[in-house]
């Protein structure tokens, strides 16, 4: 009779890293319904599309790089779902495509694959998009649209408000009846799906909280100084992509801070790049970058917010 | 009230079924097999050849060095073999094996102490003379890390000891031991604690018990209401503290109870503080007052494995096969056999191993709880970070470990890792990751 000899401890919480990406797949469920709805088959091909390009990207590349990473992480399906997401409605199908193998190869594997990417894989499709395919990219559709004879284009609330003064009703923003990427509209779903994951502590609560609230709090301070310029801080946080970004995108494990001061840091300084980017760039919409440019930062962030050792001197 | 705890930490299951069982004493071996190293320290030098008649009590190893424990032989006979023998950490050790006779002579250092001398004797000790007791009982911490007890009553001369620490967490899932001791030698417990302090110049006692063992707190509370503690002006106290893994760590439980933090690479003495298990408290008095040499433990048989679980008083050196035996053997789909806790205990290749001193557990876990899980990269979700008791970044540990980048290692903190294994627990990735760091810190020993 032989006996198992492994390492301590015998005991193991029974979470796996493939049950953590259902969960987040799980939480996505309702904003990705909606979008359809919102948007029909289009967006259904999108997500579709983006998806299964994404998780074939991966395998192929785990196949090519002989890596012995198992396949079923199910981090690619995220990535695929994200970036359709995270696109207009009317974006042509073959575009994203390339954008959904962009993010795999250049976003992901290139760096090392699951767990070493710097990036999040999705934004750095999505940036690419943005660069390759401008007029697309910033070419919307008002919801159910595809009900009518012609597709009515429309601006987005946060381009409209830039590029016009003009706003939102907050319920609109709220249950997504605007014109948007497919998923980012309805603020209600994403934050359902986002207090999910905080309910099965898949997610930090530090970063969506530190985020939406200096972009509440720093936005605030605009608009109580020039509220006729500048939206308010209701508006800051359900218009675009911030419910996306705040809940699935910025708390991407891999990309985001592992100290606890780190996590405050990363989500107070993404907030503030996105208010600076939305008030004062020429861009309506500045999640993304708020985004990639403090995942480039993490590896800083890590280093220097070290936690104190106990019994280290104080 | 909020309990008293430590930061971070987890919440396992705690499995502790065999917590209403009273303690039995275990079948008399045929035969034992002592290894000559029990204990932190130097390994001993046998004090007997093979032929020798020893009788039970009697001392078969000692070692010259401070930082060591004598051995005794657990049952009276003839010794059989002197070699290298398997002992359950896993490598082989120079052991004694003595076959058993039918005689029961007890060697007693001082066999001849009557009821009243017995009394007369605890009072009026000198701490140079409990310290000498407790060394030639081979007396060590039986809480699991096998420290030399009179090594720790021997606090240098620099260091003023105030608090004597009685660790009766017992956090590790499963264990009940250190439970029973306390609901069954409530007394014993408390005299132990009292020479402790009387032998390293303390002035109180707290006894740290984790609130799951609510019963033991109350009899603790009720026997200290009993009793006149003269040796003790600043009083003895139970600290109820929260039930959370590792609370029985050394620096958890002296952060918890005292609010005091042991500097990094020092020890409890450092902060004024002596920290003793319950069941070491216990060994001590019988040492002191019954002359009784460290010849027995009480260990938990339990898991899945085994089909009558139960809480053992066990002479040193029988073999885990005997003592599984008397627990209805292991179940058909037994698969791990563990020495200690589920937490940090080690693995057995056989149960043709004998019960050492830091025997506090025999767990055996059936194939359906040992979970062999798909190993990922480290996805960074930083819940090692949130739940190190230590503070450690572990996932950065184990990448500096792996990667033999050893000055790395140190200089983020691997030798402060007191390797309770709560980052292994929770990676979702399954990482070994204390595994990792214990191999970057025995390299280092080794390279030193």
């Given at each position: 009779?032989s006996?198992?000899i492994?390492?301590?401890?015998?005991?193991?919480?029974?979470?796996?890293?493939?049950d953590?990406m259902?969960?987040?797949?799980?939480?996505l469920?309702p904003?990705?319904?909606?979008?359809?709805?919102?948007?029909?088959?289009?967006a259904?091909?999108?997500?579709?599309?983006?998806?299964?390009?994404?998780?074939?990207t991966?395998?192929?590349?785990l196949?090519?790089?002989?890596?012995?990473v198992?396949?079923?992480?199910?981090?690619a399906?995220?990535t695929?779902?994200?970036?359709?997401?995270?696109?207009?409605?009317?974006?042509p199908?073959?575009f994203?495509?390339?954008?959904?193998i962009?993010?795999?190869?250049?976003?992901?594997?290139?760096?090392?694959?699951?767990?070493?990417?710097?990036?999040?894989?999705a934004?750095?499709?999505r940036a690419?998009?943005?660069a390759?395919f401008?007029?697309h990219?910033?070419?919307?559709?008002m919801?159910?649209?595809?009900?009518?004879?012609?597709?009515?284009?429309?601006?987005?609330?946060?381009?409209?408000?830039?590029?016009?003064?003009?706003?939102?009703?907050s319920?609109?923003?709220?249950f997504?009846n605007?014109?948007?990427?497919?998923?980012?509209?309805?603020?209600?779903?994403l934050?359902?799906?986002?207090?999910?994951?905080?309910?099965?502590k898949?997610?930090?609560?530090?970063?969506?909280?530190?985020?939406?609230?200096?972009?509440?709090?720093?936005?605030?301070?605009?608009?109580?100084?020039?509220?006729?310029?500048?939206?308010?801080?209701?508006?800051?946080?359900?218009?675009?992509?911030?419910?996306?970004?705040?809940?699935?995108?910025?708390?991407?494990?891999?990309?985001?801070?592992?100290?606890?001061?780190?996590?405050?840091?990363?989500g107070?300084g993404?907030?503030?790049?996105v208010?600076i980017?939305?008030?004062?760039?020429?861009?309506?919409e500045?999640?993304?970058?708020s985004?990639?440019?403090?995942?480039?930062?993490?590896?800083l962030?890590?280093?220097?917010?070290?936690?104190?050792?106990l019994g280290?001197?104080? | 009230?909020?309990?008293?705890?430590?930061?971070?930490g987890?919440h396992?299951p705690?499995?502790?079924?065999?917590?209403?069982?009273?303690?039995?004493e275990?079948?008399?071996?045929h035969?034992?097999?002592?290894?000559?190293?029990?204990h932190?320290?130097?390994?001993?030098?046998?004090?007997?050849?093979?032929?020798?008649?020893?009788?039970?009590?009697?001392k078969i190893?000692?070692?010259?060095?401070f930082?060591?424990?004598?051995?005794h032989?657990?049952?009276?006979?003839?010794?059989?073999?002197?070699e290298?023998?398997?002992?359950?950490?896993?490598?082989?050790?120079?052991s004694v094996?003595?076959?058993?006779?039918?005689?029961?002579?007890?060697v007693?250092r001082?066999?001849?102490?009557?009821?009243?001398?017995?009394?007369k004797?605890?009072?009026g000790?000198?701490?140079?003379?409990?310290?000498?007791?407790?060394?030639e009982?081979?007396?060590?911490?039986?809480?699991g890390?096998?420290?030399?007890a009179?090594?720790?009553?021997s606090?240098?001369?620099?260091?003023?000891?105030?608090?004597?620490?009685v660790?009766?967490?017992?956090?590790?899932?499963?264990?009940?031991?250190?439970?029973?001791?306390?609901?069954?030698?409530?007394?014993d417990?408390?005299?132990g604690a009292?020479?402790v302090?009387?032998?390293?110049?303390?002035?109180?006692?707290?006894?740290?018990?984790?609130?799951?063992?609510?019963?033991?707190?109350?009899?603790?509370?009720?026997?200290?209401?009993?009793r006149?503690f003269?040796?003790?002006?600043?009083?003895?106290?139970?600290?109820?503290?929260?039930?959370?893994?590792?609370q029985g760590?050394?620096?958890?439980?002296?952060?918890?109870?005292?609010?005091?933090?042991?500097p990094?690479?020092g020890?409890?003495?450092?902060?004024?503080?002596?920290?003793?298990n319950?069941?070491t408290?216990?060994?001590?008095?019988?040492?002191?007052?019954?002359?009784k040499s460290?010849?027995?433990r009480?260990?938990?048989?339990?898991?899945?494995?085994?089909k009558?679980?139960?809480?053992?008083?066990?002479r040193?050196?029988?073999?885990?096969k005997?003592?599984?035996?008397q627990?209805?053997?292991?179940?058909?789909d037994?698969?791990?056999i563990?020495m200690?806790?589920?937490?940090?205990?080690?693995?057995?290749?056989?149960?043709?191993?004998?019960v050492?001193?830091?025997?506090s557990?025999?767990?055996?876990?059936?194939k359906?709880?040992v979970?062999e899980?798909?190993?990922f990269?480290?996805?960074?979700?930083?819940?090692?970070?949130?739940?190190?008791?230590?503070s450690?970044?572990?996932?950065?540990?184990?990448?500096?470990?792996?990667?033999?980048?050893?000055?790395?290692?140190?200089?983020?903190?691997?030798q402060?890792?007191?390797?309770?294994?709560c980052?292994?627990?929770?990676?979702?990735?399954?990482?070994?990751?204390v595994?990792?760091v214990?191999?970057?810190?025995?390299k280092?020993?080794?390279?030193?």
């Amino acid at each position: 009779m032989s006996y198992l000899i492994s390492h301590a401890p015998h005991i193991r919480e029974q979470r796996t890293v493939p049950d953590l990406m259902k969960a987040v797949m799980l939480a996505l469920l309702p904003a990705t319904i909606a979008g359809v709805i919102f948007f029909g088959l289009q967006a259904l091909a999108l997500i579709i599309v983006c998806t299964l390009t994404a998780v074939i990207t991966e395998i192929v590349c785990l196949k090519l790089m002989k890596s012995t990473v198992p396949v079923n992480g199910g981090g690619a399906a995220i990535t695929g779902l994200l970036l359709a997401l995270c696109l207009p409605p009317s974006f042509p199908v073959i575009f994203a495509i390339i954008g959904s193998i962009f993010a795999i190869v250049i976003g992901k594997q290139l760096f090392g694959g699951l767990g070493y990417n710097i990036f999040n894989p999705a934004l750095v499709g999505r940036a690419f998009l943005a660069a390759a395919f401008p007029v697309h990219m910033t070419t919307w559709v008002m919801p159910f649209a595809y009900r009518g004879v012609e597709a009515i284009s429309s601006a987005t609330p946060l381009a409209a408000m830039k590029f016009s003064q003009q706003s939102t009703s907050s319920l609109s923003l709220l249950f997504g009846n605007v014109g948007g990427c497919i998923g980012e509209t309805s603020a209600l779903l994403l934050l359902l799906g986002g207090i999910y994951l905080l309910w099965k502590k898949v997610i930090n609560w530090q970063i969506p909280v530190s985020y939406l609230g200096t972009v509440a709090v720093f936005g605030g301070v605009f608009w109580l100084v020039n509220p006729a310029q500048f939206p308010s801080p209701i508006f800051q946080l359900l218009a675009g992509g911030l419910m996306l970004g705040a809940w699935f995108m910025l708390t991407d494990l891999v990309t985001s801070p592992i100290t606890k001061k780190g996590l405050w840091i990363f989500g107070v300084g993404a907030g503030l790049l996105v208010v600076i980017i939305r008030l004062f760039s020429g861009l309506p919409e500045g999640v993304m970058y708020s985004i990639l440019i403090m995942n480039a930062v993490v590896p800083l962030i890590n280093r220097y917010t070290r936690p104190r050792i106990l019994g280290q001197k104080k | 009230m909020k309990l008293k705890t430590f930061a971070q930490g987890i919440h396992p299951p705690y499995n502790k079924k065999t917590v209403n069982l009273s303690i039995e004493e275990a079948v008399y071996p045929h035969n034992v097999i002592i290894p000559l190293h029990q204990h932190t320290g130097a390994t001993c030098e046998p004090l007997v050849k093979v032929g020798d008649e020893v009788v039970e009590g009697q001392k078969i190893g000692d070692s010259a060095k401070f930082i060591s424990a004598a051995v005794h032989a657990s049952i009276s006979g003839k010794v059989t073999k002197i070699e290298k023998m398997l002992h359950p950490c896993g490598v082989e050790v120079l052991s004694v094996v003595i076959e058993g006779s039918n005689s029961s002579t007890v060697v007693q250092r001082d066999s001849s102490a009557g009821e009243e001398k017995k009394n007369k004797t605890v009072d009026g000790l000198s701490p140079e003379e409990i310290r000498q007791i407790v060394k030639e009982a081979g007396i060590v911490g039986l809480g699991g890390a096998a420290f030399p007890a009179h090594v720790k009553l021997s606090p240098p001369k620099d260091k003023k000891i105030d608090t004597i620490l009685v660790n009766g967490c017992e956090c590790e899932p499963y264990i009940t031991a250190d439970h029973r001791i306390m609901l069954e030698r409530t007394a014993d417990l408390l005299v132990g604690a009292e020479l402790v302090a009387k032998a390293t110049g303390a002035t109180r006692v707290l006894v740290g018990v984790e609130d799951n063992k609510h019963d033991a707190v109350l009899q603790l509370k009720t026997e200290i209401r009993k009793r006149h503690f003269t040796n003790l002006p600043d009083g003895i106290e139970v600290v109820t503290l929260e039930t959370k893994y590792p609370q029985g760590g050394e620096k958890m439980l002296i952060k918890a109870v005292l609010n005091r933090e042991v500097p990094s690479r020092g020890l409890p003495l450092d902060v004024g503080v002596v920290v003793v298990n319950v069941g070491t408290a216990v060994a001590i008095t019988e040492a002191v007052r019954d002359g009784k040499s460290l010849i027995k433990r009480v260990v938990t048989i339990t898991g899945s494995g085994i089909k009558e679980p139960k809480n053992l008083l066990v002479r040193i050196g029988t073999s885990f096969k005997d003592i599984v035996e008397q627990c209805g053997g292991l179940t058909a789909d037994a698969y791990k056999i563990v020495m200690g806790g589920p937490m940090m205990g080690a693995p057995q290749l056989s149960l043709e191993v004998p019960v050492v001193k830091a025997t506090s557990c025999i767990l055996v876990l059936s194939k359906s709880e040992v979970k062999e899980d798909q190993i990922f990269p480290c996805v960074k979700c930083g819940r090692c970070v949130d739940h190190c008791p230590m503070s450690l970044l572990p996932t950065r540990l184990a990448a500096y470990a792996n990667n033999a980048n050893y000055s790395e290692f140190e200089e983020w903190g691997g030798q402060d890792c007191i390797e309770c294994g709560c980052c292994t627990y929770v990676c979702p990735a399954k990482i070994p990751i204390v595994h990792w760091v214990k191999l970057a810190k025995l390299k280092l020993r080794q390279m030193k």
